[in-house]
């Protein structure tokens, strides 16, 4: 099945600079990629997705890459605020079916 | 919107007990998932649904049961709670493939 690598566990930025955030996926056939943040003590909430067919995404501060070849998609937070402090799961959804494979997430941590 | 009610939002049991999670949902979503998550080690699937009286095994779903015979709820049974399963249990739903996955607010278990 499918198997989704979340290469940082831990990513610390300074406010105001960028983070990235990389993950690998296995399964050649997924083409769903989202991204889900849980802030401390709180469930996760979808922050943003990207298909197969596209490779680039943007949503405000937001942009998420996907390379197929290389079965490689990575979320950019641009402009890094102190509410961006959380953890992040990417995950990757099989074509054929419904099953949603997570990373093991990134926490990230903004510093003033 | 909607809202994805899980309880009871901590649950106590003794090891070698049969223990029950429920989890309800408002938004007429077909899809419904069982998650388990530990500290460090992200989400992992333990079953999921895809419309009343489906079931699909996810990669954990040895020690478990789960039940869906209305397609607002879904409930999962730990059948025999053991010291290592202390973990936070998440129930999600979607519409359907590619559309976004919302989250309940969790069930912490502890066996003791």
């Known amino acids: 099945g499918e198997k989704v690598e979340q290469h940082e566990s831990t990513l610390s930025v300074r406010e105001g600079d960028s983070a990235v955030i990389n993950c690998t996926y296995t399964?050649?056939?997924?083409?769903?990629f989202p991204w889900y943040k849980q802030e401390a003590g709180k469930s996760l909430h979808f922050v943003i997705d990207?298909?197969?067919?596209?490779d680039r995404k943007q949503s405000q501060r937001l942009i998420v890459l996907l390379d197929k070849k290389a079965k490689r998609f990575s979320l950019h937070i641009t402009a890094t605020q102190p509410e961006d402090s959380a953890i992040y799961f990417c995950a990757a959804r099989d074509y054929g079916n419904e099953k949603i494979t997570f990373g093991a997430g990134t926490k990230l941590t903004i510093k003033p | 919107g909607g809202i994805i009610t899980q309880t009871p939002k901590f649950l106590i049991g003794q090891e070698g007990q049969k223990l029950t999670l429920k989890c309800q949902q408002n938004f007429n979503h077909d899809t419904m998932y069982w998650y388990r998550q530990d500290s460090g080690k992200g989400l992992r699937l333990i079953y999921y649904s895809i419309t009343e009286n489906d079931l699909q095994k996810g990669d954990l779903s040895e020690g478990y049961d789960a039940s869906r015979e209305k397609k607002s709820s879904f409930s999962l049974t730990v059948t025999s709670a053991q010291k290592n399963e202390m973990a936070v249990f998440l129930c999600a739903s979607s519409q359907g493939k590619n559309t976004e996955v919302f989250f309940g607010k969790g069930t912490r278990l502890t066996v003791v």
């Open positions: 990207i298909r197969s067919n596209v």
């Open positions: 399964d050649t056939a997924s083409s769903y």
